[in-house]
């Protein structure tokens, strides 16, 4: 158990669509960060944020935005979704005091 | 850009024998990470590595860091079938934020 909870755990959007996903992150792990994982890869960097602040972008286009809140919690945007974009999603939240990325459960996106 | 690579991309083992998991990256980091996923299931951390010649174990699996080389391994003991899983290795950036780079994962299947 990380402490880090993602929702919506499935999703299913049409093409064009936009989406939304959700994380929250333990009390005191002010940065976190977004990956992407389709279907037999490793996991893709899309961004990270650190006090609310995006601190480093992977080489994803402008239609995949994200949020931190202060209260831990942050989220992931795509607008204009395309098949491609059919992955499973993970936040990863960092503990300042150690070297650890803590993931949470993912959201399984479909894209029809 | 750091790249990082893993082989073997597929294992198949018998249970009861040893073998090694190499992951070879590009650029200087001093932070390296593996994972192992579940079918489904989102990342656990196993162990997180810290400086040259780090060695650490948790009960048939060991870890161990060369900087010098860009290499980390992950050995596996007398395996059993409870350690099948795909399993990455990961390398933060230096560059003032958390950013991992992942490997493409061995998946690692073990037969009775």
């Known amino acids: 158990e990380t402490g880090v909870t993602q929702s919506p755990t499935h999703l299913i959007k049409t093409r064009g669509q936009q989406v939304t996903l959700r994380c929250s992150s333990q009390s005191g792990h002010n940065t976190v960060s977004w990956y992407q994982q389709a279907l037999g890869q490793g996991p893709q960097f899309i961004f990270q944020?650190?006090?609310?602040?995006?601190?480093g972008r992977g080489n994803f286009p402008p239609r995949f935005s994200g949020l931190q809140f202060p209260n831990y919690s942050s989220e992931l945007n795509v607008n204009a979704l395309e098949l491609d974009d059919s992955a499973l999603y993970l936040c990863?939240?960092?503990?300042?005091?150690?070297?650890?990325?803590?993931f949470g459960p993912g959201t399984r996106l479909t894209v029809t | 850009e750091l790249k990082v690579e893993q082989n073997p991309l597929f294992l198949s083992m018998q249970e009861g024998k040893n073998y090694t998991i190499y992951c070879n990256y590009s650029t200087t980091s001093d932070r390296l990470y593996w994972y192992r996923q579940d079918p489904g299931k989102s990342l656990e951390s196993l162990f997180v590595?810290?400086?040259?010649?780090a060695v650490k174990q948790e009960g048939r699996l060991m870890a161990s860091l060369d900087t010098k080389a860009r290499l980390s391994t992950l050995h596996i003991t007398a395996a059993v079938h409870d350690l099948s899983a795909t399993y990455f290795c990961a390398v933060a950036s230096n560059f003032g934020n958390e950013k991992l780079t992942f490997g493409t994962g061995t998946r690692l299947t073990i037969i009775p």
């Open positions: 590595l810290l400086s040259n010649g």
């Open positions: 990863a939240s960092s503990d300042p005091s150690r070297d650890e990325q803590y």
């Open positions: 944020y650190y006090r609310e602040e995006e601190n």
